[in-house]
């Protein structure tokens, strides 16, 4: 038996192109709304439900992280997501997305560029937990550490001093998929490009470091991938333009 439960009674259903019905209340309600019309964040209905649930969440949690927009509109608590699996039907909490952001030119597709900074999302007792990492380039392929951060912050009406932070335990950079903030240069701006990689056995981008050095790996896998979704929306982008 699978049952799920509405957050709020009287609440009017939205038709969106990719999603159907969807039903949505609270402040944030609106801009979330807005959020799904923007792509195809169901890859034309071929991701599955954690694909699908992560991506989602990458863009929210990047729009607070980089903005605060979140913060300034009162939203309060944070982003969570629970799915139902077609195959294991079982309710499962969706998590754990490494943030990592690249850089390339338009129709260039050697300058895809790493950029050295990441981070992490958590959520600890409606409080939002920043786990961060950025490098400075001392050479071609060499870096040092220029800051390791970790962050919280809490919800509306919360203070920091409300917290314990020894009772938060390690907050590492494990990850169950990346999601990619792909900045496309162009001649008359700039296109932001989010691709979500999603491996169970398969760790695509590894780190390791400490006071005196820093070991990345970023494998060909991650990097192939991630412009085999830029051709594609390129490709798609011109035949939408030819109709």
Known sequence: ??????????VKGNSTASFGTVFAA??????????LGKSDWTNSGTG?????????????????????S???????????????????PRFEKVGDILHTFWRMRERADDSL??????YKTRYW???MIIRSARFEETGPGSFKLASNDLTLVPPLLRQVSDYNLTELGEVDFSYRAICCHV?????????????????EHQRDFEFEFDASSVRLHISSNLTSAILDEV????????THADT
């Open 113 to 118: 560029g790493f950029t050295p900074m990441f």
């Open 183 to 199: 900045a496309i240069e162009k001649s008359n701006g700039q296109d932001i490009l989010f691709f979500v990689e999603q491996r």
């Open 1 to 10: 038996m699978r049952s799920a439960h509405c957050f709020a009674y009287g």
């Open 48 to 68: 599955n439900e954690f694909q699908v649930a992560h991506v989602l969440l990458s863009a929210l949690t990047n729009e607070e992280y980089r903005i605060g």
């Open 231 to 238: 051709r594609k929306q390129r490709s798609e982008a011109i």
């Open 125 to 127: 007792r409606d409080g």
């Open 70 to 88: 979140t913060i300034l509109n009162r939203w309060g608590g944070g982003f969570e997501a629970v799915t139902c699996s077609q195959v294991a």
């Open 26 to 35: 609270g402040t944030g309600r609106d801009f979330f709304l807005n959020l």
